[in-house]
């Protein structure tokens, strides 16, 4: 599964026999854009004892708000200095340490530092304390080293503090746009919204593209079943594409050249989704279709996949080739509405159910193996159900929306009061993801 951040140990630090007084850390690089301490503490106090963080060798200017638990009480308070939790004392059973992550965001800011700690100590179940830490250092100063005190005695030996640098995963990416991640072996941009993807070095990439599913079909009181929304278009080179084609191949992207990422909307009620799409220089421009709209009583439900028929206009719509399926009829002597096609199966025809939408197609794309552009469900007294892959369900009277970034078409729905209006549900919107060797 790809991660959004990096951590790099800088320092770890292990009490020696005879306790200390502190730990310390100092010099602290200002290469990355967070910190983290992870803490294993024991006190040499006789009790229970809080410590207190200092930056820079400075206790003042800190002030925080803390929530504790004790087991049987839970309690808030707020003081004047750099709380970071409490470790048990000489009176609690033996080899037991308290543990507690610290985190500083923006630690090389010229603005005030927050920083929040999350502390967990207990007493072999005889006893317990958890803190909820967030606090604030009034500086303009960077954070170049930050200490822990024990409010009362020394740290015991055993006790360990490691602090980490946090780089975010966009650090060493060969490319600006989107949201960026990586695992170990990949960095991924992925598009929500229309954007601009810019490499910094030539790449050869894998990329998804999913159009907006169309809008599920109406019920305006002469169709009284409308058709599910067809998902929109899916092409893929990793895993599987749609419509059962061959796989795509990868891009060849232009270092310094800026491609523009479009993400397309799904459509709304009886409306077709809208097309996405990597273009730019020097590359042939990656097209998804925008998914067919569930037909009412229109004629056209074609797109990337077909929307479903209806009881006025029956015959589902047709898919783009190596995109998604067809769109699901609605069967005569029924006034079930089609389920919407899929970017991995055809929708199923309405009968004395609404149709079921089209399965979409799962990829790894991501990091994660993710299913998209699933098919809605046809509009019946008793609905059909979205398609795997985000299509939304068919609804009597009101259908579910295809999901956001999935494609997925929307649902049809039945007008159950004779002769009224009835919107079918909207399609979701579209993604793109690019990802490339590190």
Not at 225 to 247: D, E, S
Not at 344 to 366: F, H, L, M, P
Not at 413 to 421: A, I, K, P, S, Y
């Amino acid at each position: 599964m790809a991660i959004n951040l990096n951590l790099s140990i800088i320092e770890t630090v292990t009490v020696n026999a005879g306790g200390a007084s502190s730990i310390d850390f100092t010099n602290i690089p200002q290469t990355y854009t967070d910190l983290v301490i992870m803490t294993s503490m024991r006190g040499t106090g006789t009790s229970w004892q809080g410590w207190n963080l200092y930056f820079n060798g400075s206790n003042t200017n800190l002030t925080n708000r803390y929530l504790l638990g004790d087991g049987s009480s839970a309690s808030s308070s707020s003081f004047s200095a750099g709380y970071g939790g409490t470790v048990p004392g000489t009176n609690v059973t033996a080899s037991t340490f308290e543990n507690s992550t610290v985190y500083i965001p923006n630690y090389t800011s010229s603005n005030n530092k927050s920083y929040s700690s999350d502390n967990v100590a207990e007493n072999n179940a005889t006893g317990a304390y958890a803190n909820l830490i967030a606090g604030l250092w009034s500086s303009s100063s960077a954070i170049t080293s930050v200490t822990l005190y024990p409010q009362a005695g020394n740290f015991a030996q055993y006790s360990t503090a490691t602090l980490y640098g946090v780089t975010s995963a966009a650090v060493g990416a060969k490319a600006t746009g989107g949201i960026i991640s990586q695992d170990a072996n990949y960095y991924y941009h992925t598009f929500l919204a229309s954007g601009t993807f810019t490499p910094t070095s030539n790449i050869t990439a894998d990329y998804l593209v999913v159009a907006g599913g169309g809008g599920g079909g109406n019920a305006d009181g002469t169709t009284y079943n409308g058709g599910g929304g067809g998902a929109g278009g899916l092409r893929c080179t990793v895993t599987a594409t749609g419509g059962g084609g061959t796989l795509e191949s990868p891009i060849s992207l232009t270092a310094s050249t800026a491609y523009t990422i479009t993400i397309g909307a799904g459509g709304t009620s009886n409306t077709p989704g809208e097309n996405s799409s990597i273009l730019g220089a020097g590359l042939t421009t990656i097209t998804s279709i925008g998914g067919g709209r569930g037909k009412g009583a229109n004629s056209s439900a074609d797109g990337g996949s077909g929307g479903g028929g209806s009881a006025t206009s029956r015959t589902g719509g047709s898919r783009t080739t190596n995109q998604g399926y067809d769109g699901g009829a609605s069967t005569s002597g029924f006034d079930s509405g089609g389920g919407g096609g899929g970017a991995g199966a055809v929708g199923t025809a309405g009968a004395s159910t609404g149709g079921n939408g089209g399965a979409g197609v799962t990829t790894s794309i991501s990091g994660s193996s993710v299913t998209y552009a699933g098919g809605g469900g046809g509009g019946a007294a008793t609905p059909g159900s979205g398609g795997l892959g985000g299509g939304g369900a068919g609804g009597n009277p009101t259908g579910t929306a295809g999901t956001a970034n999935s494609g997925g078409g929307g649902g049809g729905v039945r007008d159950n009061v004779g002769g009224q209006f009835r919107s079918g549900a909207s399609g979701g919107s579209g993604i793109v993801i690019i990802r490339y060797p590190k």
